[in-house]
């Protein structure tokens, strides 16, 4: 999506309504993300029914979303205010509802504004169920706290 010199571009600002952390959406994951330090994140989620593709499997956009959050929690946890510009994730194994899972993800370089990532999902036995890699994009400071940003 483009913007305009007079259109504001997306801000990267925490929001209550996000719909996988926030705690004011409600039809939310309501996920809590704990700080490792480093760049590192985690969490632990059990995917409810009402989030299936498929019978028996959590939908793979959904799976994505959660990875996508994971990684942008780890560039915030950096101190670093950015927005995702590029996504890839491999479905491993299927996530099921109801099944306890944990999600990390890491921030792995910074090149200039360029933030690379990862985020994993994997079950209680360690098992990787989806991986993804993204690159985010930093906000300069003052567009951050200005609401514009980057898209």
């Known amino acids: 999506m483009a913007t ?24 939310g994951l309501h996920l809590r993300f704990e700080d490792e330090g480093e760049g590192r994140v985690a969490a632990e989620w059990r995917p409810d029914p009402a989030l299936q593709g498929f019978e028996g499997v959590i939908h793979g956009g959904i799976v994505s979303t959660v990875l996508d959050e994971a990684m942008s929690k780890a560039v915030v946890s950096s101190g670093i205010r950015a927005l995702t510009c590029d996504l890839r994730v491999r479905m491993r194994r299927s996530v099921t509802p109801g099944e306890p899972l944990r999600i990390r993800g890491w921030v792995v370089a910074q090149r200039k504004r360029l933030v690379e990532t990862e985020a994993v999902i994997t079950d209680d036995q360690g098992r990787e169920r989806a991986h993804a890699w993204a690159s985010f994009l930093s906000v300069p400071a003052a567009r951050a706290a200005s609401g514009g940003g980057a898209s």
Do not use: D, M, S
């Open 4 to 27: 305009t010199a007079t259109e504001p571009a997306p801000a990267a600002r925490p929001n209550e309504y996000c719909f996988v952390c926030g705690a004011r959406h409600p039809y």
